[in-house]
């Protein structure tokens, strides 16, 4: 008898090429979500009435036109106001999602065999959900930009200053992407989709206000406010030196961090770096349970 043919062991798979494929898959598993297209919808019908919202900021007089700021702040979705992008509610579904259906189903474990580990899957993970933060608000602020020209133009008011909106519109982008991975890590380290959702929700509105106020009283501690993650958020997102005097110690008041909008996106960048390390901790220590 013939001895059987033994078959050629498999050529190991890089880790460039596991990367690629487990990002593959990520997209895919984004795109097959229903409500990501459903979000996505909305998101550019609510991007494209924003033109409506600049007319709010338009002098009576027509020869004056809308400030920069004022545009900016819509195409942004008002964080200002608001104390966060209301975008961010749209992009956090988003970005928890796929992370807590891979686990909740019960799949997990397969994708990190089929992409050569937890750590290729986690990274996949923050990759693509910082491409979908950055993509939305890049969409979302042209769309925005666009409604607010078509808007002025018709109703007769004079353009902005655009080269004084495009900065803003990046640093918009930037945070957003951030954003995105700071809910995917998140969501991982609390091993709850739910919990994490109200946290990033409360925490930035209101929870770290609190911690501010409360550091005031510290000795030695009174300056901390401003470095804390959402309130360099807040300084990254808006540039108080771009209003007009009389205008700064209010937005000044609204932002809660005294940080110059360079140092601010280093500092915000930086907490989404140690949020994202965390998660990476917890995401190749944790078991496959309900997220």
Not at 41 to 48: E, F, K, P, Q, W
Not at 52 to 73: I, K, N
């Amino acid at each position: 008898m013939t001895a059987p043919a033994t078959l050629p062991a498999p050529a190991p798979i890089s880790r460039a090429e596991s990367f690629r494929r487990a990002c593959r898959y990520e997209w895919r598993h984004l795109g097959a979500l229903r409500s990501t297209w459903i979000l996505l919808g909305v998101v550019a019908v609510l991007s494209m009435a924003t033109g409506a919202t600049v007319l709010l900021d338009a002098d009576d007089d027509a020869s004056h036109p809308v400030p920069a700021v004022a545009v900016a702040d819509a195409i942004a979705w008002s964080p200002l106001a608001t104390q966060i992008p209301t975008l961010c509610f749209f992009v956090l579904v988003l970005a928890t999602g796929p992370v807590s259906t891979d686990l909740v189903r019960g799949v997990a474990r397969t994708t990190w065999l089929a992409v050569n580990g937890r750590g290729t899957a986690y990274a996949a993970k923050c990759a693509v959900g910082c491409l979908t933060g950055l993509a939305v608000a890049a969409a979302s602020a042209l769309l925005g930009s666009l409604a607010c020209a078509v808007t002025l133009a018709v109703a007769g008011a004079q353009q902005p200053a655009w080269s004084g909106v495009l900065a803003p519109a990046l640093r918009f982008t930037a945070w957003m992407g951030c954003w995105a991975v700071l809910s995917m890590a998140v969501a991982v380290l609390l091993r709850n989709r739910t919990v994490a959702v109200l946290l990033l929700v409360l925490w930035p509105l209101l929870g770290e206000r609190l911690a501010g106020m409360a550091l005031q009283y510290v000795p030695g501690l009174d300056g901390v406010g401003d470095w804390l993650p959402f309130a360099a958020g807040r300084a990254m997102l808006t540039d108080v030196s771009a209003f007009p005097p009389d205008d700064r110690p209010f937005a000044r008041a609204l932002v809660g961090s005294h940080l110059a909008t360079p140092v601010a996106a280093g500092v915000f960048c930086l907490c989404t770096a140690a949020v994202a390390a965390a998660g990476l901790w917890a995401y190749r220590r944790r078991d496959v349970t309900s997220v």
